[in-house]
Nanobody
Framework: QVQLVESGGGLVQAGGSLRLSCAAS????????MGWFRQAPGKEREFVAA????????YYADSVKGRFTVSRDNAKNTVYLQMNSLKSEDTAVYYC???????????????WGQGTQVTVSS
């Protein structure tokens, strides 16, 4: 079992930055691929970024490529999402997830956090 707790969300102006953190319980964090997803009001949850286990190869949705950076610190059992040049359309609840593979589909992720709200004002 893995428990995930996100933090770092908040209100920011367009063009600003936030860094989200996701702390994981358990000793097997390094064996999981980690993903970030988001869900805006009235919309389906969508893929944002993911990072593989091991050497940490990262993947991004086209909408955030060049603005967001995902990273992980296995010693701290934590994955991060650095968000720069934020836009109003980035407003959503952001979720981290742990899974068996690095993928853009939610089905491969077995564990989910409760989410953290990010609001970007224009």
């Amino acid at each position: 079992q893995v428990q995930l707790v996100e933090s770092g969300g908040g209100l920011v102006q367009a063009g600003g930055s936030l860094r989200l953190s996701c702390a994981a319980s358990g000793r097997t964090f390094s064996t999981y691929a980690m993903g970030w997803f988001r869900q805006a009001p009235g919309k389906e949850r969508e893929f944002v970024a993911a990072i593989s286990r091991g050497i940490g190869v990262s993947y991004y949705a086209d909408s955030v490529k060049g603005r967001f950076t995902v990273s992980r610190d296995n010693a701290k059992n934590t994955v991060y999402l650095q968000m720069n040049s934020l836009k109003s359309e980035d407003t959503a609840v952001y979720y981290c997830a742990a899974g068996r593979a690095t993928a853009q589909v939610m089905g491969v992720y077995d564990y989910w956090g409760q989410g953290t709200q990010v609001t970007v004002s224009s």
